[in-house]
């Protein structure tokens, strides 16, 4: 029924003509959600869950920060305390530690899908090469969090990881004495990997995300090759 008898509104439809005619609700819609695409297939759906993945990495690692401690006297036990003490503790760092492999496992089936459809060609190159700082990061993402506990696994993994950058010609050595702050892993090294993961990575992640989706919304999606018979 409606509110208003001079509009003949009620008053949600009148509020959201207040906004719209302010914040262009409609048009972000018909931009971003209702646009034309081609038929496509289940496969056209990895980046989108990619982003739903990224997006509960954000969520579950912003609650693990709540009670994670980033300090190699109190990590572990901060760990121990959130799979322990806290209340669906084990469920968030379970979601965030399983979240993590299933990421990179979905964001590189969705890279194959679209290298299957010639979507690296252009015009599509630069949200192709988003694409590649993507996966890049996101893996930096996890060699970085996987320090974090600060067990043995961690130790040891991040040693033969920064080991590895140590091997590269020339930098080598510089970039393994930057990766751990110092010649040793220690406590720096654990402040600089948490920095990373919290702050210069998602930040980056954020940033690639929107020049990507900024340039599948421009652009449109390749449709699916069709067989040639
Ligand atoms: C966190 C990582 C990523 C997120 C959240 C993401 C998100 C998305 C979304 C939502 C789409 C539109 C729907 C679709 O076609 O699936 C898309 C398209 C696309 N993505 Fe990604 N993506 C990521 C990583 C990558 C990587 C690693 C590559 C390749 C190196 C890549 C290359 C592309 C290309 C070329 C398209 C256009 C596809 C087409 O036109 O059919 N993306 N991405």
Redesign the pocket.
């Known amino acids: 029924m409606a509110d208003s008898p001079v509009t003949g509104e009620t008053k949600l439809e009148g509020l959201y003509r207040w906004l719209d005619e302010r914040a262009g609700l409609t048009t972000i819609w018909k931009t971003v959600f209702a646009r034309a695409v081609p038929k496509?297939n289940w496969?056209?759906?990895?980046?989108?869950a990619?982003?739903v993945l990224?997006m509960l990495q954000g969520i579950t690692g912003m609650l693990l920060t709540i009670y994670y401690v980033p300090s190699p006297d109190k990590a572990y036990d901060s760990i121990n305390f959130i799979m322990n003490q806290v209340a669906f503790g084990w469920l968030i760092r379970g979601m965030h530690h399983w979240g993590a492999t299933l990421?990179v496992i979905v964001?590189?089936l969705?890279?194959l899908?679209?290298?299957f459809?010639g979507?690296?060609k252009y015009p599509?190159e630069i949200?192709?090469?988003?694409?590649?700082v993507?996966?890049l990061v996101?893996l930096v993402m996890g060699f970085s969090g996987y320090l974090l506990p600060w067990n043995q696994k961690a130790y040891w993994a991040t040693s033969v990881g920064t080991a590895i950058a140590g091997a590269v010609p020339v930098i080598g050595p510089l970039l393994e004495r930057i990766l751990r702050g110092g010649q040793e892993i220690g406590a720096v090294t654990l402040a600089r990997f948490y920095g990373l993961h919290i702050w210069w990575i998602p930040i980056i992640?954020l940033g690639?995300?929107g020049v990507?989706?900024y340039l599948?919304i421009r652009?449109?999606?390749?449709a699916p090759p069709e067989r040639d018979e």
């Open positions: 496509t496969f056209y759906t990895l980046g989108s990619s982003m990224a990421l964001v590189f969705h890279m899908k679209s290298y459809v979507a690296y599509r949200t192709w090469l988003t694409g590649g993507l996966l996101v992640v690639m995300i990507h989706l599948v652009i449109g999606i390749t």
